[in-house]
């Protein structure tokens, strides 16, 4: 049987704190986008994917480490438990005969009504009758794992996501508080079919890179170049945010690696409150010269020293 520990690399003790790390570390190192060219890293990130959604069940790992269950969460042993059979046992001298349980109190009723049009004289998917709560105890199909990557902003918005499933059906997922790359979202019913009902599908969350903002836990951080004449007499530019483009004043005497806030404009923390966007400004000249600046500098009067406090 497969060992969804060893899977995740963890102990059999391990904290749901550890095993969501391990599962996060492995995810981002395994995950099939940045191993296009290798498909043995796809195979274990699938692996690695249904060993977590096992562990971070804790009804699914309590009935595996009770070895009641696989890690695809079908049962260990359904039929022999070792060779001891089904088992028959008197309840009535007018009601004598087979229970519909094994030795470990599965009822087996479903699997022989889908077999035998039923046993006992029990309708199937009826309240009554000896074998009333089969479907109740049968197993749920397998999950179906689903990954899909999200924009930047669309993440830091919590915009809904549109994804197709197995069946071709599609549906609008609203993203969570707190969602980052490795966030699994739980699809309820929307896994394989199996005798106790469909299990569920699993979309593991990648948030893609963007190619100027930059993630600091809830916060949002942006270099922002900004003019010489920005700088020294200060003005009103315009800032690009995950919400849409604000302005922002710079104040007269502003120096590079300087940074300013916008409230609110981050990722939404688990809690629901958002973050902030932290703004660094940059100082930026003009690439190759630029003659009107060479002419200006060449007349300025320089009564300061920017170096004195490395002087020893």
């Known amino acids: 049987m497969a060992d969804p520990y060893a899977i995740l690399g963890v102990s059999k003790g391990a904290s749901e704190k550890d095993i969501k790390s391990a599962y996060r570390k492995l995810a981002k190192e395994l995950h099939p986008d940045y191993n296009k060219d290798n498909p043995a890293a796809a195979a274990r990130f699938s692996e690695v994917t249904r060993a977590y959604d096992l562990l971070s069940d804790k009804d699914k790992r309590a009935r595996f480490d009770r070895g009641e269950?696989?890690?695809?969460?079908n049962p260990a042993a359904p039929f022999g438990f070792g060779g001891g059979g089904f088992r028959q046992q008197s309840r009535s001298s007018d009601n004598a005969g087979f229970s519909g349980f094994g030795n470990d109190g599965i009822d087996f009723a479903d699997i022989f009504d889908g077999l035998f049009g039923g046993f006992g004289g029990g309708a199937r998917g009826s309240s009554s009758g000896p074998y009333s709560g089969a479907r109740q105890n049968a197993p749920k199909g397998a999950n179906v794992a689903y990954k899909m990557a999200v924009d930047f902003t669309d993440a830091a918005t919590l915009k809904p996501q549109r994804i197709t499933l197995a069946d071709g059906k599609t549906i609008d997922l609203k993203l969570p508080n707190g969602v980052e790359t490795g966030t699994n979202m739980r699809l309820s019913g929307k896994g394989q079919p199996g005798p106790g009902g469909p299990g569920d599908g699993i979309v593991t969350i990648e948030v893609r890179p963007h190619r100027f903002f930059r993630r600091d836990g809830d916060n949002v951080r942006l270099d922002l170049p900004i003019t010489l004449k920005e700088a020294v007499a200060g003005g009103?530019?315009?800032?690009?945010?995950?919400?849409?483009?604000?302005?922002m004043k710079i104040k007269p005497g502003s120096q590079s690696g300087q940074q300013m806030r916008l409230k609110g404009k981050g990722f939404h923390g688990k809690n629901g409150v958002r973050g902030d966007q932290i703004i660094e400004l940059q100082i930026r000249l003009p690439e190759g010269g630029d003659a009107a600046l060479t002419q200006f500098v060449e007349g300025w009067s320089v009564n300061y020293d920017p170096r004195a406090g490395l002087t020893g």
């Open 69 to 73: 269950i696989d890690i695809d969460g």
């Open 236 to 247: 009103e530019v315009r800032v690009p945010t995950v919400d849409g483009a604000v302005m």
